[in-house]
């Protein structure tokens, strides 16, 4: 009985799908919430993160879930010395970026203006 029953419980474990996005969201539930803005630092393509700099100090952001805008289409259009602004939560320690999109007039692979 305890086999069928051990059995029983790890094929309903393996049949579920796993649904990244959904996990995710269901781990946010709660969280810390954030804005930011501020200039990419380095990228790690098969992480999907990136250490971003916002004033004087430096945060690694996890953006394989964001949602991208203004000329993003994902995280490869993400360059070093992009000036960025998005939303995201902390879940667990981790920085996990909701939405992400140029700063102000910065368009995707370049910065922006300078004022003067």
Known sequence: MTVLMGVALVTSVYAQKW??????DAMATGR????F????QSTDPIAQTAVVKVGKRTY????????YEGGY????????GD???????VVQ???WVKKVAPAGAATPGGTA???Q
């Open 113 to 115: 203006p300078s004022k």
């Open 60 to 67: 690694t952001g996890k953006f394989g879930l964001a949602k």
């Open 19 to 24: 649904d990244l996005k959904q996990t995710a």
């Open 37 to 40: 803005t501020g200039q990419i």
């Open 32 to 35: 810390q919430p954030f804005k």
């Open 73 to 80: 289409s994902g995280f490869s259009d993400l360059k070093v």
């Open 83 to 89: 000036m960025i602004k998005g939303t995201g939560m």
């Open 93 to 95: 320690t981790e920085n």
